[in-house]
T-cell receptor, first 114, second 115 residues
Framework: SQTIHQWPATLVQPVGSPLSLECTVE??????LYWYRQAAGRGLQLLFY??????ISSEVPQNLSASRPQDRQFILSSKKLLLSDSGFYLC?????????????FGEGSRLTVL | GDSVTQMEGPVTLSEEACLTI???????????LFWYVQYPGEGLQLLLK?????DKGSNKGFEATYRKETTSFHLEKGSVQVSDSAVYFC??????????????FGKGTKLSVIP
């Protein structure tokens, strides 16, 4: 069966520090991968998605970036965090080409920028 | 573009009360519709889905019917439990320009069920 893991689960970082959140999927090949952010009172915002290794699409311009160095690994990064980067970050995967578009989510990573 | 509008929360109900969370959508194509649930401190889980008009999704006593004529997908449960306390997200899936499917979410509705 397929599983998705992301870490760290919680992170407290000072403004201006770097960020790296990692997500891995097991039990499937060539999944579509997604990073969402959930900020308080603002629902879910799609940040990046990837349909293959090295292929990243950005939905919102910001100081975050994403990379997909391996088929089932998706990394969210920042060189310098802002206060506004605080939130709950969710990684998700989907079967490629699946007509319904159902997503499977990781446990989430809570980032607090001080 | 696509959008999802769901009723503002929070919603507080007594145990065994009836629940309705309204959800309407706008989409250019023929999207699939979903309800996801997020329990405290966790990621999102799929609760139910419907892929075409008049389909009814159901799970754990929750139901929602895909109504194309009213562009709605309201979530209902006849008798809620304390364990149903969570944030509920309505979402639609449509094909992106890159050929992948993307979900557009509503802002979420927090439900609290008190004994």
């Amino acid at each position: 069966s397929q599983t998705i893991h992301q870490w760290p689960a919680t992170l407290v970082q000072p403004v201006g520090s770097p960020l790296s959140l990692e997500c891995t999927v097991e039990g499937t090949s060539n999944p579509n991968l997604y990073w969402y952010r959930q900020a308080a009172g603002r629902g879910l915002q799609l940040l990046f998605y990837s349909v293959g290794i090295g292929q990243i699409s950005s939905e919102v311009p910001q100081n975050l970036s994403a990379s997909r160095p391996q088929d089932r690994q998706f990394i969210l990064s920042s060189k310098k965090l802002l206060l506004s980067d605080s939130g709950f970050y969710l990684c998700a995967w989907a079967l490629p080409g699946q007509a319904s578009g159902e997503l499977f989510f990781g446990e989430g990573s809570r980032l607090t920028v001080l | 573009g696509d959008s999802v509008t769901q009723m503002e929360g929070p919603v507080t109900l007594s145990e065994e009360a009836c629940l309705t969370i309204n959800c309407t959508y706008t989409a250019t194509g023929y999207p699939s519709l979903f309800w996801y649930v997020q329990y405290p401190g966790e990621g999102l889980q799929l609760l139910l889905k419907a892929t075409k008009a008049d389909d009814k999704g159901s799970n754990k006593g929750f139901e929602a019917t895909y109504r194309k004529e009213t562009t709605s997908f309201h979530l209902e449960k006849g008798s809620v439990q304390v364990s149903d306390s969570a944030v509920y997200f309505c979402a639609l899936s449509d094909r992106s320009g890159a050929g992948s499917y993307q979900l557009t979410f509503g802002k979420g509705t927090k439900l609290s069920v008190i004994p």
